[in-house]
């Protein structure tokens, strides 16, 4: 009867660094490489097969469970796991166990090892990631890290990808541009196909690295992108651009604000590309320093006579 109220036992929320200081019992764990005595060799021969099939590891996902050492996970005693990522595969149920390190290295029990490819595949089938995640900027540059750590092909339908407009996307389904905090200041209403600034200004190189696989669907924005493509996209979501004047009301009815056209302007004179926008509405009579959010405006193309 204590053993079964034992095994159902719903333990406390616990972090990878409580499961640690949990482990000290398994230290009693028989080794082979401590046996002195052929009698005892024998026998730890014959337990530790017996143990392997039975769930006598405990591990705190799931709310507290008892596993098989076969079904268990224990971090690589290289310790190039973040405790934080840890910390989050238990939440999201990953059976992570704990030894005392000695006992990690040679009690032969048959768990396997926390490696950026088993996080791959767990991040990859759980749908609690994204909320996890998107609440801790923090954890998801670990989360990052570690799993491109190894390779950086595999990352396909892993929900890591923090857009400007806070949605958390997977890795290869839909394409996110890669641009700076001034351009994102551009493409108005664009916020679902830019990645976060915050998250490109502090992993720049690696999502760099990332874009030149296409399988990941990163692109890094380039002028002829944004002028051909991405800034008339911006534009169509709130006016029609074939309509000359279109008439603009900064900062109301989803229109942008004022600032919207200066920076506009700003990027075409700095990346040389007046001859690429000139069929686009961005030209208005005040000036683009004088308009305000309070006012209607009207704006022509660049090729009007």
Known sequence: TTSCSLMTFQFPSFSYQQLCKSSRPFALLPLMSATREKAWEYLVKKVLPLLSNLPVLWTPAGGGNWVKPCEAFC????????????DLLIQLGLPVV???RHI???CQLPFAEVTPQVV?????????LKSKVKSDLSLLKDCLCFVTSDRTDELTNIPLLLLKSGQVVPFGQQKVYLVNESLSKVLHNL???ILSNVLYTDLGK???QL???KINKLIVANAQMVCNSLLPASIQTWTHTHVNPVQWTPNRNNHPSAEWLLNVWTYITNNEVISSVITLPLVVAEGPENVTNEGTYSLYRLDTG
Not at 75 to 86: M, V
């Open 104 to 106: 990690q290295q040679d």
């Open 191 to 193: 916020d679902n196909l």
């Open 98 to 100: 704990c030894f005392p």
């Open 75 to 86: 971090p690589p005693l290289n310790g190039t796991i973040p405790n934080s990522i840890l």
């Open 120 to 128: 791959r595949k767990w991040f990859r089938s759980n749908e609690m």
């Open 206 to 208: 690696l999502f760099n």
């Open 211 to 213: 874009a030149r696989s």
